[in-house]
């Protein structure tokens, strides 16, 4: 029942229905897609989502930062997913404080997502840092997180 109505939420916000494959991956509704199934595979672990998806066009080489909101002693889930493939390998995801400094994660790369887990020792802000390799192929990518 739940999942059923995810998926309505997403239809009804994304406008994705009567779209062929071709079309979604275009308009990389197939990242977003990866994301929330990546997603509601840890809430049925007993996590909870948390904030909107961010979804955008990476060009190699170019970071980009996206801003998250983490309270101290939860366990995080950041799930990332390109819009077609497998992540490519030299996808850097990380976790950044608010001085830039790489902070102590966990990544997982599965077959079309990565999840990047984390523990947070103070609540504040934090940046998702990602980073496709110069020579790799621009990409949609989307990216969720989830909480325990």
């Not at 009804?12 to 229905?17: D, E, N, P, R, Y």
């Not at 979804?55 to 983490?70: A, E, I, Q």
Request: glycine share 10%; hydrophobic share 40%; with cysteine.
């Amino acid at each position: 029942m739940q999942q059923a109505l995810i998926a309505a939420l997403f239809i009804a916000v994304l406008g994705i229905t009567g779209m062929g494959q071709d079309e979604r991956k275009k308009t990389g509704a197939e990242a977003i897609r990866r994301v929330s199934t990546g997603l509601r595979a840890v809430a049925h672990e007993g996590c909870v989502v948390r904030g909107a998806l961010w979804s955008g066009k990476m060009t190699p080489g170019k970071r980009v930062l996206v801003p998250v909101f983490l309270f101290k002693n939860n366990d995080y889930f950041i799930v990332v997913a390109p819009d077609r493939g497998r992540p490519d390998p030299g996808l850097k995801c990380e976790m950044r404080d608010v001085a830039g400094v790489a902070q102590p994660t966990t990544e997982v790369r599965g077959k079309n997502r990565l999840v990047l887990s984390f523990r947070p020792k103070v609540s504040g802000r934090f940046y998702v840092s990602l980073l496709l390799p110069e020579g790799a192929e621009p990409a949609e990518v989307s990216m969720g997180y989830a909480y325990e």
